[in-house]
């Protein structure tokens, strides 16, 4: 990690506001004086959702990149470097070039979110450059007042898990609204994908979408995904691919490549290609282990160290799927953020760790104070400590014995564990 682009992230902390506000109003005046550069941006598509946004994104663009086409992509947050937010067809940005996007974001005079200011940097980036075949956007919080949402005809829309994240950001608290936030302020004339969802909040995403003229709709049963002996077997109206990966390790995530292989497929992009990138794809803080660096030397050889940054009821089971079928004790860090409902989250877990230990987030404000966490799993009988560090954390749970030390809770903390590692 480069300790610039740690100073200049702390930077636009001070100078940008994080807190969260919906609206559209600042982010198309500043687009309106920026000559709207979005207009520029080739074949933009948005990612929307609750859950797997970001490992949908990366799929589709391991299977296009695999094709021989470059794409531009912003994603959020970023785990432990700015930089990472904004792929530029073979490359990460540069710092000068954040830099100098941020002094023309500042001429406008506007007072803008830290979310907006970023997201004008990849518009500003991503509209001068050339030979880009597609534009990857993963939208925040909801859509309704993203400030990715600036495309009256992007190329497509992507709807990935939704669930009842965010409620504390919509009136009424329900599903419902939350779709509606997310779905019902689509593009009229796009093609719209839609991932696997619970029934409940497919039924409610379809009547949403009812109102939708867009010509082209695909939902989670215009393709399948089935298990076979060591093989994931995908297939639509194309035919069937046996897939094979060693980095794949949850079901929510092999559902998102299965999202991001019908949309590939409908772009007509070749078997041969999404076969061959498929092997490759892996997704940094989403259940992956770290097999070598500072973190990894401190613990015994037989010890594996998994990161995920699961934070809600849908992604803790799918960390749970994974980690009731493995051989070894699995011993836990917990960090969570204060408002993404530690208890919910907590519950999940019952059954699944020898023991839980509670950390802060270090340096994250909203990081859930680690003796309310043990109160949570005291009460859920879940054996538990807490520590002041990661460091500490990993020390009290480390030995020689066989198991697997799994870190989540939240993105946040992934991204610590990999700057320390």
Not at 321 to 339: D, M, P, T
Not at 349 to 367: C, L
Not at 368 to 389: E, Q
Request: net charge positive; with cysteine; proline share 3%.
């Amino acid at each position: 990690m480069s300790i610039l682009s740690t100073n200049l992230y702390l930077k636009l902390q001070k100078q940008y506001s994080r807190k969260i506000n919906l609206n559209l109003k600042r982010v198309n005046l500043a687009l309106e004086k920026l000559g709207q550069i979005q207009k520029k941006i080739k074949n933009p598509i948005n990612i929307i959702g609750s859950d797997g946004k970001y490992s949908t994104l990366r799929s589709l663009q391991f299977i296009i990149e695999q094709n021989n086409q470059q794409v531009t992509t912003f994603t959020s947050p970023h785990l432990y470097d700015v930089r990472h937010r904004f792929w530029l067809k073979n490359r990460f940005i540069k710092i000068n070039e954040i830099k100098k996007n941020i002094n023309l974001i500042k001429k406008l005079k506007i007072k803008l979110t830290l979310f907006e200011v970023l997201t004008l940097v990849y518009f500003l980036t991503a509209s001068k450059l050339k030979n880009v075949s597609y534009s990857l956007c993963e939208s925040g919080l909801l859509f309704k007042g993203d400030s990715t949402r600036v495309w009256n005809e992007p190329r497509c829309q992507i709807i990935t898990n939704i669930n009842k994240q965010h409620l504390e950001w919509v009136k009424p608290k329900t599903l419902r609204e939350i779709c509606l936030q997310k779905v019902g302020y689509l593009s009229k004339k796009t093609t719209i994908y839609v991932g696997k969802q619970n029934s409940k909040t497919m039924k409610i995403i379809k009547s949403i979408l009812k109102n939708n003229p867009s010509k082209k709709k695909f939902y989670g049963k215009d393709w399948t995904l089935k298990k076979k002996e060591k093989n994931i077997i995908y297939k639509d109206k194309l035919g069937k691919l046996k897939l094979k990966s060693k980095n794949i390790l949850s079901d929510g995530i092999w559902d998102n490549v299965g999202l991001a292989i019908k949309v590939a497929r409908d772009f007509k992009i070749p078997n041969r290609a999404i076969l061959k990138a498929i092997p490759k794809m892996w997704f940094e803080g989403r259940m992956q282990y770290i097999n070598k660096g500072k973190l990894k030397k401190i613990l015994y050889s037989n010890e594996k160290l998994l990161i995920d940054g699961s934070h809600s009821e849908t992604s803790a089971k799918n960390l749970i799927s994974y980690l009731k079928n493995q051989n070894e004790e699995i011993y836990g860090i917990l960090g969570i953020q204060s408002h993404k409902e530690p208890e919910k989250f907590i519950k999940q877990f019952k059954k699944t760790f020898k023991k839980i230990i509670a950390i802060n987030i270090p340096g994250e404000p909203n990081s859930c104070d680690p003796k309310k966490i043990k109160k949570i799993l005291d009460k859920y009988n879940i054996k538990s400590d807490t520590a002041p560090s990661i460091h500490s954390a990993l020390k009290k749970i480390s030995n020689k014995k066989k198991k697997i030390l799994c870190c989540f809770g939240s993105l946040y903390l992934c991204g610590k564990i990999l700057s320390l590692n």
